[in-house]
């Protein structure tokens, strides 16, 4: 991907920028897994558990492996990722359009780093992340492959996957506007919370805190 | 519709004779309600979640 | 017919149980379901799975296990008292609390398609006492409730009897020993909420030499009650960290997270030190609760609940020095156990009777052998089925291996009773060193607990098992270091005694007869930071994922191929 290739330079430029990439990329594996291991519980045929089961112990490697890293380059055990559900919010090929999409950037991104990795002289991170790049594009080809045979046609999966690229945009879209929502309601709440003098008063008073054991 | 059962609990939480003492402490609510309804939900994660919230 | 679901979650370890015309038929973590240990989000998937197992398209009544609206109020009462130091918490809290936790009982019965006049509440400390005492088999009991914090109260002793539980005293917020231990495992370098254990076990490495410090962090008074000096303390102005810069002026600087323990230096010693003490005060506290609650009880036996009642090394010195003749810890003692306690007080409430005594805790979904018989397969495993699983299990103990054990229903808390285990000869400490390393990738002085079968355990423990070493709930000296895998550093092992009846004691039994003794390691079914395995996808993926030599899901044995 141009862009990781753009930014390689800066997040991989000194350990704790590296450290804090490799958490997130830790971060990231760990949610797939557990987006994975929810499809797994929930599609309705057998094969495509086994394949979504696999998947996930493959994520769940990585993700130890990257944690493991990020541990190598001075940071502390990485924020566990959390599911999106995916499966039970977009349906089993809204879910399989949204991992291979994922798959196809994640290699992308990892080849690119693994490319700085190696000019920046540490062939250790290299190795692992053309690794799981190899990974990622064996999850492509696996996850492309089903979305035709779930959509019925390679038009039916092309359709999948520009609706899941169109929904990450308004997810994205929708984080962005939380985020300055959030900014928003801190400063605003901030701001009631000094008007609240009086009320703090009447707390006091009327409420002190009890110590010691209260009988009923 | 049905949220109004919960609006109506909290209304009387804070209006029973216990308490009612701290009844304006919904006008705080209510402030905080209209900037949420501004501003949208919202969710946090912290280890010390549990205590304070 | 009446079917009730109990409901707790949004702060940690949500989890949904379900009570029929005076049955507990299914109790059940989120996590379990949704593989994100503790998970706290309203628990719709373990609810579900609940009233599958039931039979039941609709509960006649939903119960969550606390008052929404007393916690808003004490969220914003503490707030206002902490002013002005909780401007940073004040726009999230309150943006908590108003965005998503006042609305529970709404998003259950939309999430459940239930009315939402059939969507009710209980205080989070009478679900706790209720989650404990009509699990237990006692017609009366003192009932003591201790953990971080409920609406308001954060310790309560309660009396039950035939006419139902009732308060008899309670410690407000912020005094909260929950959350001293919280702030101390904090301290000690472990993730809040899940280490906890972790600062028990290094307890054992440690002596309680700076119990005189803590003095001045908890004061304990002569009635039982206890206060904490809050100067000490940061949970209640700071969502982030539990302790001050106060109480690392007193103990030393807290202990780096990232790194590695070793015993073996004396600084990690003295971290072990303010383990030992920390633990000893805890002691000190519970045992005046417990006193206190025996002198205004006057009854014989005690039930313990809440997060701080997994504290087994507490719960045995309780059970010794408290004047009680009987103690009973039911296994989900922390906030999952309020799921319990909340359906079983709707359903009591609605006229059913008081269920029958918590007998085990396998509550919780099947497993299905076929599917991890298919998955493993097609995973690429080697996969037999054996005509006398239990007889294939000893003897592969017996060889050394350690092993996946997946049968019947899963456990409900946090113990691994003998339906979700590893399994491992409990006589080499080199056993107990490989599973910590490869497995549990856990820090080395964690300690694994004994499954021995009922009757035989005074042949290697100090005192006979009781109605908590069922549960794994308590801790029993050790007469020697025959069982050294099972032995923690100060001689003490959570004993876990079963029921020669069940299926785990059969195993049991054959284990004895290929080994001479019926004890096994038993560790719950998890890698380090999962929850404990519930379905067969869940168990094939851990076999998949750790260094174990075989997964035995029932009568299907799953092996790696030799490479």
Redesign the interface.
């Known amino acids: 991907m141009r862009l990781a290739s753009l930014l390689a330079p800066f997040t991989l430029g000194s350990p704790r920028r590296r450290a804090r990439l490799l958490a997130a990329f830790a971060r990231a594996e760990h949610a797939s897994m557990l987006d994975l291991r929810l499809a797994a519980a929930a599609t309705p045929s057998p094969a495509r558990q086994a394949a979504y089961l696999s998947h996930a112990l493959d994520e769940e490697r990585h993700a130890r492996t990257f944690a493991a890293a990020a541990r190598e380059n001075g940071g502390s055990d990485p924020v566990l990722g959390d599911a999106e559900d995916l499966f039970a919010r977009r349906g089993e090929l809204g879910f399989l359009a949204f991992v291979h999409h994922g798959e196809s950037r994640g290699r992308r991104q990892f080849a690119a780093l693994a490319t700085r990795a190696e000019r920046l002289g540490d062939a250790r991170l290299a190795t692992t992340l053309t690794a799981i790049a190899t990974d990622e594009a064996q999850h492509e080809s696996y996850t492309g492959a089903l979305l035709v045979e779930l959509s019925g046609s390679e038009a039916g999966a092309r359709k999948a996957l520009r609706r899941a690229r169109a929904w990450e945009a308004w997810r994205t879209f929708r984080r962005v506007g939380r985020a300055m929502a959030g900014v928003v309601w801190t400063v605003s709440m901030t701001l009631l919370y000094f008007a609240l003098l009086p009320f703090v008063l009447l707390v006091l008073v009327a409420r002190p805190a009890r110590r010691g054991l209260v009988p009923r | 519709m049905?949220?109004l059962?919960?609006v109506a609990?909290?209304l009387?939480?804070?209006l029973h004779r216990q308490?009612f003492?701290?009844a304006?402490?919904l006008l705080?609510?209510l402030?905080?309600?209209v900037?949420?309804v501004?501003?949208?939900?919202?969710?946090?994660v912290?280890?010390?979640?549990?205590?304070?919230? | 017919m009446s079917a009730v679901l109990g409901i707790s979650g949004g702060y940690h370890d949500a989890a949904a149980a379900l009570v029929v015309d005076g049955v507990v038929v299914a109790a059940l973590q989120e996590e379990r379901l949704s593989r994100v240990k503790n998970d706290p989000s309203p628990p719709l998937r373990a609810a579900r799975a609940c009233l599958s197992i039931g039979g039941i398209a609709a509960p006649d009544r939903v119960v969550f296990y606390e008052n929404p609206y007393a916690r808003i109020e004490r969220v914003l009462v503490s707030l206002l008292r902490g002013f002005p130091r909780t401007f940073r918490q004040f726009p999230r809290a309150i943006g908590a609390q108003l965005g998503s936790k006042l609305w529970i009982l709404d998003d259950l019965a939309e999430g459940l398609g239930v009315p939402r006049a059939k969507v009710t509440f209980v205080a989070h400390h009478e679900a706790h006492a209720a989650s404990a005492f009509y699990a237990s088999p006692y017609p009366r009991a003192a009932v003591l409730t201790v953990d971080g914090v409920g609406e308001e109260a954060a310790t309560a002793i309660w009396h039950g009897t035939e006419q139902g539980l009732r308060e008899v005293a309670h410690v407000d917020y912020p005094c909260s020993l929950g959350l001293l231990y919280a702030a101390f495992t904090a301290y000690l370098g472990f993730a809040v909420n899940e280490g906890e254990y972790k600062v028990m076990g290094l307890a054992a490495w440690g002596s309680p030499r700076r119990r005189e410090e803590l003095a001045k962090v908890v004061q304990l008074s002569s009635d039982g009650g206890y206060e904490l000096d809050l100067s000490y303390f940061a949970f209640h102005t700071d969502t982030e960290l539990g302790f001050s810069s106060k109480l690392e002026a007193l103990l030393g600087p807290r202990r780096p997270a990232e790194r590695p323990w070793d015993l073996e230096t004396a600084e990690d010693r003295a971290y072990a030190d303010v383990a030992a003490s920390l633990q000893a005060l805890l002691e000190d506290a519970l045992l005046g609760l417990a006193r206190t609650a025996r002198k205004r009880t006057e009854e014989e036996c005690l039930c313990l609940a809440g997060g701080v009642a997994l504290n087994a090394v507490a719960n045995a010195r309780i059970a010794r020095e408290a004047g009680f003749s009987r103690v009973f810890v039911q296994p989900a003692a922390g906030d999952a156990g309020g799921a319990l306690g909340a359906a079983i007080l709707g359903a009591m409430k609605d006229g059913a009777p008081r269920p029958a005594p918590m007998r085990d805790a396998a509550l919780g979904v099947a497993v299905d052998a076929g599917e991890a018989n298919m998955l493993a397969s097609a995973l690429g495993f080697a996969v037999k089925r054996v005509d006398d699983r239990d007889a294939e299990v000893a003897g592969r103990l017996s060889r050394g291996e350690v092993i996946a054990f997946v049968d019947g229903r899963c456990e409900f808390g946090p113990r691994a009773l003998g339906q979700r285990s590893i399994l491992a000869d409990p006589r080499a400490a080199a056993t107990r060193e490989r599973i910590n390393r490869a497995v549990k990738r856990r820090e080395p002085f964690r300690p694994f607990a004994p499954s021995a079968l009922a009757g035989t355990e005074l042949r290697w423990y100090d005192e006979p098992g009781d109605d908590m070493t069922r549960f794994m709930t308590t801790v029993r000296r050790a007469k020697d270091t025959t069982l050294g895998a099972v032995t923690h550093v100060d001689g003490t092992a959570r004993l876990h005694t079963v029921d020669p009846e069940s299926r785990f004691g059969a195993l049991l039994s054959a284990v004895e007869r290929e080994s001479g003794i019926p004890v096994v390691l038993n560790t719950s079914l998890n890698g380090a930071g999962e929850p404990i395995c519930a379905t067969a996808a869940d168990a094939v993926a851990f076999f998949a994922a750790h260094a174990v030599d075989a997964l035995v899901v029932e009568d299907v044995v799953v092996t790696r191929r030799p490479s």
Do not use: K, N
């Open positions: 049905s949220r059962r919960t609990g909290l009387g939480h804070f308490r003492f701290l304006p402490l705080v609510l402030a905080a309600a900037l949420l501004l501003t949208g939900g919202l969710s946090y912290a280890p010390f979640v549990y205590a304070i919230f």
